[in-house]
């Protein structure tokens, strides 16, 4: 399936989505934001990888930042942090340089690597807009971690590839419905910035509470 320009769905936010869907749809449906300490430090990380006129160039080696990439398999788009540029000859061409070049993202997080996948998926969608935006095929890419100062490979792998497909289907599915997705609990909602705009607990309780009212008026016409 092919999505439409005008249908695009902002790239970053299959983080979002992976994680939480009710925090995507908070985000990216309903227009809520809100910043902490997290957020801001990020915002902040950002600010020298996603600068477009920082550039790096040895020999055999380039750095492009700030690249605006878009799929229409994934109706996403959005900008990638860093992508490397190594010189080899089982690479493609690149305009205004000689040789050949294989590409290779990095995407840069505040924190250390997380038990999720929600950092990963992010990176393979990215990867997959950047395949079709180059025409070629890239098999890796990286998570640079700042506070622990770690690059972690990550292998782009077809289950990968399809969960991500997956995700982006349902991501504007839900979309296209407007739907706020349930609340779940966890402990990590405490540190979400839309902690106080979500209310976990307390829609979690309401949502309970008229379940347990919809099954006390079916038992009562059962008798």
């Known amino acids: 399936m092919a999505y439409a320009e005008d249908d695009y769905l902002m790239l ?4 979002h989505f992976q994680f939480c869907k009710r925090q995507w749809a908070l985000i990216h449906i309903y227009q809520e934001w809100a910043e902490n300490e997290a957020t801001t430090h990020g915002q902040f990380l950002h600010q020298k990888a996603d ?15 700030a690249m605006q990439v878009s799929s229409k398999e994934l109706g996403l788009y959005g900008i990638l942090d860093v992508v490397e540029f190594h010189k080899d000859e089982a690479g493609i061409s690149l305009s205004g340089k000689r040789g050949k ?8 997080k505040r924190g250390k690597p997380k038990k999720d996948e929600r950092d990963i998926v992010q990176l393979v969608a990215q990867t997959m807009c950047l395949e079709e935006a180059l025409g070629c095929k890239i098999d890796k890419g990286y998570l640079y971690y700042h506070s622990v100062n770690k690059k972690v490979e990550i292998s782009i792998s077809a289950e990968l590839r399809h969960m991500v497909v997956e995700l982006a289907r349902q991501m504007h599915e839900l979309y296209q419905k407007r739907d ?9 909602c405490q540190l979400c910035s839309l902690v106080d705009i979500c209310m976990p607990r307390l829609s979690k309780k309401t949502c309970s509470v008229a379940h347990y009212i919809q099954q006390s008026m079916a038992s009562e016409e059962g008798l």
Not at 52 to 65: A, M, Q, V
């Open 101 to 108: 070049w294989i590409p290779t993202i990095v995407e840069y």
């Open 51 to 65: 600068n477009p006129y920082i550039k790096e160039k040895r020999k055999d080696f380039l750095i492009s930042r």
């Open 180 to 188: 706020l997705p349930k609340a779940e609990y966890f402990k990590n």
């Open 12 to 15: 970053s936010g299959i983080q």
